[in-house]
Nanobody
Framework: QVQLVESGGGLVQAGGSLRLSCAAS????????MGWFRQAPGKEREFVAA????????SYNDSVKGRFTISRNNAKNTVYLQMNSLKPEDTAVYYC??????????????????WGQGTQVTVSS
């Protein structure tokens, strides 16, 4: 089992940047594909980005492609989400999640086994 703790959220103006971090407990972090999801008020949780176990494969929601970058450091048990050119529509609670079964990456929320508590990102116009 793995525990996930997100950090780095906050309030930023449109056009600004934030870097989210997700620290994982345990010694098997490199065996999990990792993902970031977000949920805005009144909306369903949606896929943002995912990265494979070794970091060689990534996937992005079209709405963030070119603006967000997912990365991981397996030595530090941490996955990151660098968010640039933020827009008000990026406002949401951002969650990281761990998938212990997928060999590469998946966008399917139901494939993820463990979730963090979320961190709020608010982008003002």
């Amino acid at each position: 089992q793995v525990q996930l703790v997100e950090s780095g959220g906050g309030l930023v103006q449109a056009g600004g940047s934030l870097r989210l971090s997700c620290a994982a407990s345990g010694r098997t972090f490199s065996s999990y594909a990792m993902g970031w999801f977000r949920q805005a008020p009144g909306k369903e949780r949606e896929f943002v980005a995912a990265i494979s176990r070794g970091g060689g494969t990534t996937s992005y929601n079209d709405s963030v492609k070119g603006r967000f970058t997912i990365s991981r450091n397996n030595a530090k048990n941490t996955v990151y989400l660098q968010m640039n050119s933020l827009k008000p529509e990026d406002t949401a609670v951002y969650y990281c999640a761990a998938d212990r079964r997928s060999s590469y990456v998946t966008r399917q929320l139901t494939n993820y086994d463990y979730w963090g508590q979320g961190t709020q990102v608010t982008v003002s116009s």
